[in-house]
């Protein structure tokens, strides 16, 4: 009797380190904001009266290698005054409940998805008035599925647990001065830590 209470003590008290535990940083991949579908470009240009597509990236990392099935997420405008957001569209075959350039949005695939994924793409205009170094940010949705994970977040192939994993958070440059770097799409604090990490 008394070992199997001490297994069922042990259980519980595994599911409360991982209901509480600190998600792991800089190791889950990077969701940020480019210019093209393929992640590699995150600072250009957008001339007065004119528009350009922008797309939501995820760079895997760690366990999103093996593949997602969905991200939630929202697109932060506040630093991008005199530009105007519009026409989100997701990825071909995945579902969208709310709106990335809201209060945030989740993104769901059907099967597993793998590799650097584009899933979400939007318009960005340029009315005259946008701003050098207009800033768009990935942050976590205004009210998170799951409060525990209150950041930007992917959803793994691991069915049927479907954990949620934190992933880092990117930006995109509109109009670059040459004074700032999107420093390959990564927050600058974010890759400042990252390159704590390799300090000797």
């Given at each position: 009797m008394r070992s199997w209470r001490c297994r069922r003590d042990v259980r519980w008290i595994a599911v409360l380190v991982l209901c509480f535990a600190a998600p792991a940083a800089h190791a889950e991949g990077l969701l940020g904001i480019f210019f093209d579908s393929n992640g590699q470009t995150c600072s250009g240009s957008v001339p007065p009266a004119?528009?350009?597509?922008?797309?939501?990236?995820?760079?895997?990392?760690?366990?999103?290698?093996?593949?997602?099935?969905?991200?939630?997420?929202?697109?932060?405008?506040?630093?991008?005054?005199?530009?105007?957001?519009?026409?989100?569209?997701?990825?071909?075959?995945?579902?969208?409940?709310?709106?990335?350039?809201?209060?945030?949005c989740n993104i769901a695939f059907g099967s597993c998805q793998t590799g650097t994924l584009s899933v979400l793409s939007f318009q960005v205009l340029n009315g005259g008035t946008g701003i050098p170094d207009g800033t768009l940010r990935i942050v976590a949705k205004q009210q998170p599925s799951n409060p525990s994970f209150a950041c930007q977040l992917a959803v793994l192939c691991d069915a049927p647990e479907y954990t949620a994993v934190c992933v880092d958070a990117g930006f995109a440059l509109l109009n670059p001065s040459g004074s700032r770097s999107c420093a390959g799409g990564r927050l600058p604090a974010e890759w400042s830590r990252v390159k704590e990490l390799y300090r000797p």
């Open positions: 004119s528009y350009t597509t922008l797309y939501v990236v995820l760079q895997p990392a760690g366990s999103t290698y093996a593949g997602i099935t969905g991200v939630e997420f929202r697109i932060d405008t506040s630093g991008a005054t005199g530009y105007m957001m519009a026409n989100e569209n997701q990825a071909s075959g995945a579902i969208r409940l709310g709106s990335a350039l809201g209060s945030g």
